[in-house]
T-cell receptor
Framework: KAGVTQTPRYLIKTRGQQVTLSCSPI?????VSWYQQTPGQGLQFLFE???????NKGNFPGRFSGRQFSNSRSEMNVSTLELGDSALYLC???????????FGPGTRLTVL | QKEVEQNSGPLSVPEGAIASLNCTYS??????FFWYRQYSGKSPELIMF????GDKEDGRFTAQLNKASQYVSLLIRDSQPSDSATYLC??????????FGTGTRLKVLA
């Protein structure tokens, strides 16, 4: 079974721009969660989608948004990028009825 | 108090020794507990999960859970240099959110 895939793997943007990241979960998994990882803050939960609905949300500003499609693929968008948004963005998928999350390789975002 | 706390390390152990990694959590209603290994520049990899009090063994890894003390640990037997990584403890809260500790860096010395 293929694992979680994320695209792109690396991104360089400038302040004020917006960015869209994509995640395809493991086949059959309907839950997708997004996390931001930085050296100072560790892994911070952004939001979780299940069956196209946002089920949980972390404490991030409204510039961070996401959505999920009917095929369970998910995108997250960050608008008006700030320098502090530079991070590794990780997507994790979860099978229904299970609690174990599996992470994708991540997207490394650098904001200049 | 942080929701999930880990000693940042580094924890240095000689090759072949037992590495003991610890984690405490604050939400008594937490239901599921996970250990992830993360190599530098890579994403976290799930290595153990435990739901009930007691020990759970998988190969060289043993996870231990004590809900009364709000404590979960990971033992790595016969530590190898390839085990050198950051180990993240994660807890699934009653609200179904996963809270991660900041990780313990393990160094296994050859």
């Amino acid at each position: 079974k293929a694992g979680v895939t994320q695209t792109p793997r690396y991104l360089i943007k400038t302040r004020g721009q917006q960015v869209t990241l994509s995640c395809s979960p493991i086949s059959g998994h309907r839950s997708v969660s997004w996390y931001q990882q930085t050296p100072g803050q560790g892994l911070q939960f952004l939001f979780e989608y299940f069956s196209e609905t946002q089920r949980n949300k972390g404490n991030f500003p409204g510039r961070f948004s996401g959505r999920q499609f009917s095929n369970s693929r998910s995108e997250m968008n960050v608008s008006t990028l700030e320098l502090g948004d530079s991070a590794l963005y990780l997507c994790a998928s979860l099978a229904s009825g299970r609690s174990e999350q599996f992470f994708g390789p991540g997207t490394r975002l650098t904001v200049l | 108090q942080k929701e999930v706390e880990q000693n940042s390390g580094p924890l240095s152990v000689p090759e072949g020794a037992i590495a003991s990694l610890n984690c405490t959590y604050s939400d008594r209603g937490s239901q599921s507990f996970f250990w992830y290994r993360q190599y530098s520049g890579k994403s976290p990899e799930l290595i153990m999960f435990i739901y009930s009090n007691g020990d759970k063994e998988d190969g060289r890894f043993t996870a231990q859970l004590n809900k009364a003390s709000q404590y979960v640990s990971l033992l790595i037997r016969d530590s190898q240099p390839s085990d050198s990584a950051t180990y993240l403890c994660a807890v699934n809260s009653r609200t179904y959110k996963y809270i991660f500790g900041t990780g313990t860096r393990l160094k296994v010395l050859a």
